[in-house]
């Protein structure tokens, strides 16, 4: 195994524990924001579409894949923080009058 | 269209390899660590209402920091292409968001995971092809599993958004052999997987790999019916998660690893969640025949036992109740008949009376949807109480009122063991004084079973549309 790979496996198990301990603690109430959010986090794979398409290899197909790509996880990212935003926004509190 | 070919001409000019796991410099690998951790603290300080929006502030700073430390990253070295999606994507994803109801959300939520795994999914495909059969088995590896993860969820929530969107058709479909078929197709799809890592070089092994998951994300979603959703758009959340996870793998990034892990695991519970409060397995959703209701049996349960009332006697009821607790189902986004609560609730408030909803975790077409469609009609978040809140309240409750809701309120489900939804958790609205169910007819629901509590003594029929109904009873109670 390298050790990249080794340090990857660490990276993930930790990781999917750690969401595991802070989304059970999210209120039932907040499910719909919290399946938005993390959705628009796990759109950093844009920062993978980019790197691949802008290092432009050796063939057209990659780049036209990799702008597909950097496209359809913007949508998700720039689409995701907004929704979220704009559902949270509704909860408020018993108004003070 | 010059312009175009002028910089399809600079893009094949300046192609060159660039080696694969390209050390990155330190000032990136340190804001990507800085992200995950705004990544974590923004879930984190999701866990309240009134932290929440904080939390969507942390994502999108970490969001904004990667990128633009992405974009500096010596090995881009052409901006023309990234610009183009950038612009595309800002121009179409910002209609998307802040134009779309929101009893469409889940539907929404649906196309925004089927983007986000096309993406895993084309990066995928795209190092295959970039650096093809010179890649160490383990990566081959992961790139079966991005894109296996990805094509499979991009289509599968398609389907999904197109159920919801009521485009296909929401009943459940099933055939003879559906099972197999799935399962024969999963199976194909997987040896596809291992045949390409076996004999990357071969042409015609990725074409057929992509294919066979495309389809088995289709013929696994499509027989699924509405009344699953929840579940189901939990658990392409998790499969997207997973699959930006699979491509952090492939790319030897671990910020991606952390950022797919995380919704990985939310999806996860959150479908958990849901089975759990639906009493299935996820076996069961996914590929359990729904069972046959036994009709016929409504006549003995309801016969001669319904009362029905008008909004005139529910005004009365109301006008003499101190504590009232509102039981809103998915019938009742489907009457539009959210706002029309909102303005009961704030009616039945400035009576001094006290209102609490009581809310079922499957109640909505996704989790928490039911709460986002009332925090919209303006009812203050700290009287929408979840289910194991509310439960122990119902007996010191005057008046409930369910609209739009059926099976979450079957005491058959506690009561009776022999009862196709036996043991599935229910809001225990017979316990309160008195019941008033809004529903059109007594017609069963996704269940397909009757539903004991019609017939109950101190249950109450008022057989109208739900925001009809709510309208009316509002007109009734400002004469009182």
Redesign the interface.
């Given at each position: 195994?390298?050790p990249?790979?080794e340090?990857?496996l660490f990276?993930?198990a930790l990781?999917?524990?750690?969401?595991?301990e802070?989304?059970?603690?999210?209120?039932?109430?907040?499910?719909?924001?919290?399946?938005?959010?993390?959705?628009?986090?796990?759109?950093?794979?844009?920062?993978?579409?980019?790197?691949?398409?802008?290092?432009?290899?050796?063939?057209?197909?990659?780049?036209v894949?990799?702008?597909?790509?950097?496209?359809?996880?913007?949508?998700?990212?720039?689409?995701?923080?907004?929704?979220?935003?704009?559902?949270?926004?509704?909860?408020?509190?018993?108004?003070s009058n | 269209m010059s312009c175009f070919l002028s910089i399809?001409g600079v893009?094949?000019a300046?192609?060159?390899?660039?080696p694969h796991?390209a050390t990155m410099p330190a000032y990136v690998i340190m804001i990507y660590l800085a992200?995950?951790m705004l990544?974590?603290l923004?879930?984190?300080w999701?866990?309240?209402?009134k932290t929440?929006?904080w939390?969507?502030l942390a994502?999108?700073i970490?969001?904004a920091a990667?990128?633009i430390a992405?974009?500096f990253?010596p090995?881009?070295?052409?901006?023309d292409?990234?610009a183009?999606?950038?612009l595309?994507?800002?121009i179409?994803?910002?209609p998307?968001?802040?134009l779309?109801p929101?009893t469409a959300?889940p539907q929404?939520?649906a196309l925004?995971?089927a983007?986000?795994a096309?993406?895993?999914a084309?990066?995928g495909?795209?190092?295959y092809?970039?650096h093809g059969s010179s890649l160490?088995t383990?990566t081959l590896i992961a790139i079966g599993f991005e894109s296996l993860l990805g094509y499979l969820t991009f289509t599968g929530s398609l389907v999904a958004a197109g159920k919801l969107q009521e485009i296909l058709p929401t009943q459940p479909m099933n055939y003879p052999g559906q099972n197999v078929l799935s399962i024969s197709i999963l199976s194909a799809s997987v040896i596809a997987g291992a045949m390409v890592v076996i004999i990357p070089a071969n042409p015609l092994v990725f074409p057929i790999f992509i294919a066979l998951c495309l389809l088995f994300g289709v013929m696994l979603i499509l027989p699924i019916g509405g009344g699953d959703m929840p579940t189901v758009?939990?658990l392409l959340?998790s499969y997207?998660?997973l699959?930006?996870?699979a491509?952090?793998?492939?790319?030897?990034?671990?910020?991606?690893?952390?950022?797919?892990?995380?919704?990985?695991?939310?999806?996860?519970?959150?479908a958990m969640?849901m089975c759990k409060a639906m009493n299935r397995s996820f076996i069961n959703v996914l590929f359990g025949q729904v069972q046959a209701a036994k009709a016929g049996k409504s006549d003995d349960i309801y016969g001669g036992n319904i009362k029905s009332v008008n909004a005139e006697e529910v005004a009365a009821i109301l006008d003499g109740a101190r504590r009232v607790a509102i039981v809103p189902g998915y019938g009742l986004a489907v009457a539009q008949a959210q706002h029309a609560v909102g303005q009961l609730f704030e009616l039945l408030e400035s009576r001094s009376v006290d209102v609490q909803f009581g809310?079922h975790?499957v109640a909505?077409r996704?989790?928490?949807?039911m709460?986002?469609l009332l925090?919209?009609a303006?009812i203050?978040?700290?009287?929408?109480m979840?289910m194991d809140r509310i439960n122990p309240e119902f007996e010191n409750m005057d008046v409930v009122i369910v609209n739009g809701a059926n099976d979450v309120v079957n005491p058959d489900a506690r009561d009776n063991p022999n009862s196709p939804i036996a043991g599935m958790p229910i809001l225990n609205v017979d316990k309160a004084g008195t019941v008033i169910v809004i529903k059109r007819s007594l017609s069963p629901g996704f269940a397909g079973i009757p539903n004991p509590l019609f017939a109950a003594k101190n249950c109450l029929m008022y057989f109208a549309d739900g925001k009809k109904a709510v309208l009316d009873i509002i007109a009734e109670l400002e004469k009182l």
């Open positions: 195994m390298s990249s790979l340090s990857n990276v993930f990781a999917a524990f750690l969401g595991y802070v989304v059970r603690r999210v209120s039932p109430q907040l499910h719909t924001p919290l399946m938005s959010l993390t959705n628009a986090i796990s759109a950093i794979s844009v920062v993978g579409a980019i790197a691949v398409t802008g290092a432009g290899h050796n063939t057209t197909m990659v780049v894949l990799g702008t597909i790509a950097v496209t359809a996880s913007m949508i998700n990212v720039v689409g995701g923080f907004l929704m979220t935003d704009r559902m949270l926004k509704m909860f408020k509190k018993r108004k | 399809t893009v094949a300046a192609v060159r390899l660039v796991n992200a995950a990544f974590a923004s879930l984190k999701l866990s309240s209402p929440a929006r939390g969507v994502g999108e970490g969001m990667a990128i992405t974009l990253l090995e881009v070295r052409h901006y292409w990234i183009i999606a950038f595309i994507a800002i179409a994803a910002i998307m968001a802040l779309i929101m959300v929404q939520i925004f995971h983007f986000g096309l993406a895993a084309l990066v495909t795209a190092e092809y970039a160490g383990s758009i939990a959340n997207a998660g699959s930006a996870s491509m952090g793998f492939v790319l030897n990034n671990k910020l991606l690893i952390i950022g797919g892990a995380l919704e990985g695991s939310s999806g996860f519970i959150l969640i809310i975790p909505g996704m989790p928490g949807h709460n986002v925090a919209e303006n203050p978040y700290d009287h929408l979840e």
